[in-house]
């Protein structure tokens, strides 16, 4: 019985001559926060985008719930509960707060397919206001919003989606510290539910160390690492990262 909502098994993914993933194996549970750390080009954002239908693997398999899936795009991987925010966000700029958060699940009157605004206005104060953010208007551009405020909104929309794996590629990257504060305050409260099942890139490890469950180091396309977090350190984590790039004795 596998106890694991999602798995990841042997799983590889090349662009052009760059080996980016080889032979990855994670997974993750219910109730379960994992970090996954690694420095830049380490393969994170590939591994992100197989996982939610974006890229498709070149070789190895993705399990849910023990059942082998391929998913097939994006929208494939939202039908099954898999949610994202993108490091690369996907953020209509030129549209307001409430409509990105509706993206893609618009409400409308039916028959006809007019947009219920208002009711969108509402729950989009609603969901903004559970979280703690601090947006003024959610009539207002996300384009005029700073890019923590933005990368909040993401992370709004997608916990808002009902998902039971949330990924999330470095939503703390645009944030100061009140803003990371919050959402890092959110995932621990959507951990307590105990059925959702989230990955968190992130770069700082204090951070990483404190709200996940469990921490994975992604090196050169390979997880090297993988440790309950309450038997790691940041210390231990900064030494494993910048090890390889120190200079010989002489
Ligand atoms: N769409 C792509 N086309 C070509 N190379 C890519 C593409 N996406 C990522 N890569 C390469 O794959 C490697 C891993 O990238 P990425 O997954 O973005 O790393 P990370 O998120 O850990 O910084 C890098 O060498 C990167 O240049
Ligand atoms: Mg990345």
């Not at 590939?46 to 994006?74: A, C, F, M, N, W």
């Not at 996300?142 to 890019?147: D, K, N, P, Q």
């Amino acid at each position: 019985m596998d106890d694991a909502l999602l798995r990841a098994e042997h799983v590889s993914k090349r662009f052009g001559p760059v080996s980016a993933l080889t032979d990855v194996n994670l997974h993750v549970r219910r109730g379960e926060i994992l970090g996954l750390i690694g420095d830049n080009g380490a393969g994170k954002s590939t591994l992100i985008k197989i996982l939610t239908g974006y890229h498709q693997p070149d070789g190895g398999r993705l399990l849910v719930d023990g059942e082998p899936v391929t998913l097939k795009s994006v929208v494939h991987a939202r039908s099954l509960g898999i949610e994202t925010v993108f490091q690369d966000l996907a953020m209509v700029n030129d549209l307001p707060v409430y409509l990105n958060l509706h993206l893609n699940k618009e409400l409308v009157h039916r028959p006809l397919p007019f947009l219920r605004r208002r009711e969108m206005r509402r729950r989009a104060r609603e969901a903004l206001d559970s979280i703690g953010i601090d947006i003024p208007s959610v009539t207002a551009e996300v384009g005029l919003l700073s890019g923590g405020q933005r990368q909040a909104i993401a992370v709004a929309r997608s916990v808002y989606s009902n998902a039971k794996l949330l990924l999330l590629d470095e939503p703390l990257a645009a944030m100061g510290a009140k803003e990371s504060g919050l959402i890092l305050r959110l995932l621990a409260e959507l951990k307590q539910r105990g059925d959702l099942a989230i990955i968190l890139i992130a770069h700082n490890y204090a951070q990483v160390v404190d709200v996940c469950d469990r921490v994975n180091l992604l090196q050169h396309g390979k997880i090297t690492f993988d440790r309950a977090a309450a038997d790691t350190s940041v210390a231990e984590l900064l030494e494993l990262v910048h090890a390889e790039y120190r200079l010989p004795p002489n």
